[in-house]
């Protein structure tokens, strides 16, 4: 048998999508900053900070959402999708993620003035979060949806610290806590659509090959946003901290 041709034949629906999911073995729930959250280990520092950095994450779906819809000339695709940008924007009375993000923050003792400056956003982050926008409105339609694939993953995040944080964390107020409730259904069904597009965009080898690189590629953006966090909030080596211990990294990003 040749194997080599073998390797050229494309997967079984049934197969990719196994290996799709076979990427959650490397989701950002494995890194050592999540461990530490869940496990009752991070200082309210190190949360506020997650909290802060993320938040630029946040605000940066519905751009992401929003550059899909404009590559894409499907109205039918359009139709779910524009979902996607309403539940982070927020739409007819619901606040949406975004301010149900701002709300954590506050949460967690950060006031809404310090995280829309944007001025905790460390440059490691936003890099990555830029990339990923980059990404989203240079790609095909097909390949920047199928990218956000790693909601695959999310629910269980979500339900990870919907079980850990109160306890671990009781500083924490309570009302903090509902994005990620939220989020346990939006993201069930925006897996639903995201994976019904990727099985059937992607049949030949060739294309499943680079559909499992973009994933890989969102999975990286993910994990170097908590490699940042690490160095400044753990190993206390922020940018610049052989220099100056004034945070002297560009904090207009939100204004550009």
């Known amino acids: 048998m040749n194997t080599q041709a073998n390797d050229k034949l494309p997967m079984s629906r049934e197969a ?27 200082t309210p520092e190190q ?31 359009r139709r779910h999708w524009v979902q996607r940008v309403l539940d982070h924007d927020g739409y007819d009375g619901a606040e949406g993620g975004i301010e149900a993000w701002l709300r954590l923050g506050e949460a967690v003792g950060l006031t809404r003035e310090e995280i829309l400056s944007g001025e905790h956003v460390l440059p490691g982050v936003r890099f990555a979060v830029d990339a990923y926008i980059n990404f989203a409105r240079r790609a095909t339609w097909q390949e920047a949806a199928s990218s956000s694939l790693t909601e695959l993953f999310a629910p269980t995040i979500h339900q990870n610290r919907l079980d850990t944080w109160p306890q671990h964390y009781p500083w924490i107020k309570e009302e903090g806590y509902q994005y990620f409730r939220n989020r346990l259904t939006e993201a069930r069904r925006d897996v639903v659509h995201g994976l019904e597009i990727t099985l059937d965009h992607y049949t030949t080898r060739e294309q499943q090959d680079r559909m499992l690189e973009i994933l890989q590629f969102k999975l990286d953006v993910l994990w170097t946003m908590l490699d940042a966090m690490t160095m400044a909030y753990e190993l206390e080596r922020p940018p610049y901290h052989t220099v100056t211990g004034e945070k002297v990294f560009h904090k207009g990003l939100f204004n550009e």
């Open 16 to 42: 990719f999508e196994k290996a799709l999911r076979a990427k959650g073995d490397l989701y950002h729930t494995q890194h050592p900053y999540h461990i530490a959250m869940y496990n009752g280990q991070s």
């Open 47 to 77: 949360i506020r900070g997650w909290v802060a950095n993320r938040f630029y994450y946040q605000i940066s779906i519905p751009v992401k959402d929003a550059a899909i819809m404009a590559n894409c000339p499907d109205r039918d695709v």
